[in-house]
């Protein structure tokens, strides 16, 4: 009996851890309740806009240089003989100063021998011009002598048909008339051999007269002078030195205006304006701003780099920018009102995140216009001032939360504050 209640027991036993093994494998089968964490918020950068004036700003960048620059070259054959002491690069000249002379002997003798000649050539003319008035009036008095000798010849006529003179008296009459017509036909070429002289002779003074003009010019070209008020930038020649014709002798430069070429895109041709206002910033240390005016911008495109050239005018008298100085040009371009100017590299997939109550809010504006680095519309982005999100677009949906750059550094701290105490806590213990 004994044994069957011990058998009893031991079955009973086993049920029972069976039971409680069963139950304590169920429990650790079953999975912990499910804790939602919630999302990460995606760092970004941003930048405030509001809607308001958005002026375009055209940029380009050259190097400065003289707006005018002159090569004085020799323009008559000759050898230098002076050259007025200190004059080098970097000497200041007035117009009209003289820079170097070429011996004038050979100028000054030609328009000597040429100024004879015109003398020579006007006693000519003077001595044709006598000689066409003493035939003149000899003309006139050989018409009087065959008006005379006509009407002679019709008395004659008259009285040889009244038979009261011979046929031998109307012959002499004749003759008369006859005698005088060529002494008249004479002086008539004569007179008229004297006018063409006289033609000739009167183109002979003119061109003798320009040959002395000419031979004048030569004289004044042996000195050689400063066509403007400028600065010596490179000198060429020494005394004794033979120029020909052409051969550059100095170059000047006039500081007072300062000239910068630049390009700038041809998608922005139709913004640049001959007058408009540029702001002008140096290479030095510390940079220089300065004001130039838009003077020139060219009618075409270069089709090897697609720009179009323009030329700023800077007064130097003021600016003192040296000849060959690195300048960035800024132009005010168009005038748009109105506006929200977006960041292009802020436009994904032709929309933009903005934050809103730490949440990214996507918008699909409409931009009209694309500027440099500015995309602008005109649509209403809920406010007239915007935070819009500028980093940060692959992790970004709309109504993803966002952490901003002050949010994060702010954030950043406190969890350097935390760590902190809790290191100073762990060394306590």
Do not use: C
Not at 108 to 117: G, I
Not at 161 to 175: I, P, S, Y
Not at 399 to 423: C, I, M, R
């Amino acid at each position: 009996m004994d044994s069957i209640r011990k058998s009893i027991f031991l079955v009973l036993a086993l049920l029972a851890a069976g039971v409680l093994t069963i139950a304590v494998a169920n429990y650790l089968a079953e999975p912990p309740a499910r804790v939602v964490a919630p999302p990460l918020a995606v760092h970004v950068t941003t930048a405030s806009i509001e809607r308001g004036e958005v002026i375009e700003q055209l940029r380009g960048f050259g190097l400065s240089r003289p707006a005018r620059r002159a090569n004085v070259a020799a323009q008559v054959a000759g050898t230098i003989t002076k050259i007025p002491d200190g004059l080098r690069e970097g000497t200041a000249v007035k117009a009209g100063q003289i820079l170097a002379e070429i011996d004038p002997v050979k100028y000054t003798t030609e328009l000597a021998r040429r100024r004879a000649s015109l003398t020579e050539t006007e006693e000519q003319l003077n001595s044709a011009t006598a000689e066409s008035r003493e035939v003149e009036s000899k003309r006139k008095l050989v018409e009087a002598d065959l008006e005379l000798a006509r009407n002679d010849l019709r008395r004659t006529r008259e009285l040889y048909e009244g038979q009261a003179v011979g046929e031998r008296e109307l012959d002499t009459a004749l003759g008369a008339v006859k005698l005088v017509e060529q002494r008249l036909s004479d002086v008539q070429r004569q007179a008229v051999t004297l006018q063409a002289l006289i033609q000739r002779m009167n183109a002979q003074v003119e061109m003798r007269k320009q040959e002395i003009n000419s031979a004048g010019v030569d004289v004044e070209r042996s000195k050689i002078v400063a066509p403007f008020e400028g600065v010596i930038e490179e000198r060429f020649v020494d005394e004794g030195d033979l120029m020909a014709p052409g051969t550059r002798l100095f170059t000047i430069v006039d500081l007072d205006d300062i000239e910068l070429p630049i390009e700038i895109p041809a998608s922005q041709a139709s913004a640049l304006q001959v007058g408009a206002v540029a702001m002008l910033k140096s290479d030095e240390q510390p940079p220089r701003t300065t004001e130039g005016t838009v003077v020139r911008v060219s009618p075409t495109i270069n089709p090897a780099n697609r720009t179009v050239s323009a030329w700023i005018r800077v007064d130097n008298n003021s600016a003192g920018i040296v000849p060959g100085t690195f300048l960035t040009a800024t132009i005010s371009g168009r005038r748009f009102d109105d506006v929200f100017p977006v960041i292009r590299e802020a436009i994904v997939d032709g929309g933009i995140y903005v934050e809103r109550d730490g949440k990214s809010v996507r918008m699909e504006p409409e931009f009209f216009v694309y500027l440099d680095e500015l995309a602008l519309t005109r649509d209403d982005l809920g406010s007239e001032k915007v935070v819009l999100i500028t980093s940060g677009f692959e992790r970004l949906y709309d109504g993803a939360p966002v952490e901003t750059d002050s949010e994060h550094l702010k954030n950043a701290a406190a969890d350097s504050v935390a760590q902190e105490s809790n290191s100073d806590a762990n060394v306590a213990q």
